[in-house]
């Protein structure tokens, strides 16, 4: 014949299908018929997760492109009144990390030697524990292990998120992630869009630039801190702008006397009042917004 078959080959149908039944050897066999077996991990079982992975990847990407992950505040240096908290789920190390023979001198023993025993203890546990019961109260020593890590684990992210709270209580702070929350909320409800933390505050250009009083300013050296475009610099706030927060007399006093113990320095001596009244009057101009 043209494709070469015998035409006494028997063709088996699978079912009512007019599929023929291969016997190709990488098809296992429909495994509903062997009670106790189950299928082949590759390709089959690797093949529906694989499927079943794709789905949830895709929808956890359409999630977080339709609720972007918050984020925080930029990290701010200066801040010692910054509580460092880890996600809940690590408190428990956290709690751990503050006992004394896990820390400072005994650092080591805290962040790897016990965890790494823990740890390596559960890895280990499928060679370790090799006894064929399975009712936990028949297998005191696997069971007692987990009780007591269960309850070891509860009691310290308890005890670290009672002193978090205490800690908090005691210096008057609202938590960064909870004050964003409530600015959220406002936003919303009054129709805005949500505040976005990670976008610098727009900063003013200097109001009449060429202004006689930016020559006072460069000569009594405020550029040298305020910088040379007067948009501030580090700890140092900007000058433009100014305007929209002092008023020409608030502005005379912090340079005249100065502000913050001297970080601001007075300049009484060194500007007369005239040309603080300049510059004052100068600065009281320096708006984002015109008018
Ligand atoms: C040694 C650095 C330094 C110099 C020089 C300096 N400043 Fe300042 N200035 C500061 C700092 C720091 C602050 C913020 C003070 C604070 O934290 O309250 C400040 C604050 C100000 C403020 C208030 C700004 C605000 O947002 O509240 C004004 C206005 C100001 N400076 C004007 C001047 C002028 C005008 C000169 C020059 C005559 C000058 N500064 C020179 C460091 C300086």
Redo the contacts with the bound molecule.
């Keep these: 014949m043209a494709h070469g078959h015998n035409s006494n080959e028997k063709v088996v149908y699978v079912g009512d299908s007019r599929v023929k039944k291969s016997n190709h050897p990488n098809i296992p066999p429909d495994y509903t018929a062997f009670p106790g077996k189950s299928e082949a991990f590759i390709p089959n079982f690797l093949l529906k997760e694989w499927m079943v992975g794709c789905v949830v990847l895709v929808g956890f990407l359409a999630w977080t492109i339709a609720e972007p992950a918050p984020l925080g505040y930029p990290a701010d240096p200066t801040n010692a009144a910054f509580v460092p908290m880890p996600d809940w789920y690590f408190l428990f190390l956290y709690q751990f990390l503050k006992y004394p023979y896990v820390s400072q001198d005994y650092i080591l023993l805290g962040t790897l030697g016990v965890p790494g025993v823990l740890f390596g203890g559960l890895l280990l546990a499928p060679f370790l524990d090799t006894g064929k019961e399975r009712r936990f109260y028949r297998r005191p020593i696997a069971s007692s292990l987990m009780f007591l890590s269960l309850i070891a684990c509860v009691y310290l992210t308890v005890v670290s998120w009672d002193h978090y709270q205490h800690t908090l209580e005691a210096n008057g702070q609202i938590p960064e992630h909870i004050e964003r929350e409530e600015k959220a909320r406002e936003a919303a409800e009054a129709g805005k869009e949500r505040p976005n933390y990670t976008k610098p505050a727009p900063v003013a250009s200097l109001v009449d630039a060429d202004d006689p009083a930016m020559d006072i ?1 460069k000569q ?3 550029v ?3 910088a040379a475009d007067l948009k501030g610099q580090g ?3 900007p ?1 433009t702008g ?1 305007g929209d ?2 008023s020409k007399e608030e ?1 005379a006093e ?2 005249t006397n100065g ?2 113990n001297g ?3 007075a ?1 009484k001596d060194s ?1 007369s009042s005239e040309e603080i009244d300049q ?1 004052a009057t100068w ?1 009281s101009k320096q708006k984002t917004a015109a008018e």
């Design positions: 300013a009594a050296q405020c040298s801190c305020h700890s140092v706030p000058l100014v927060i002092l502005i912090v340079i502000r913050n970080a601001m320095p300049f500007l510059l600065l």
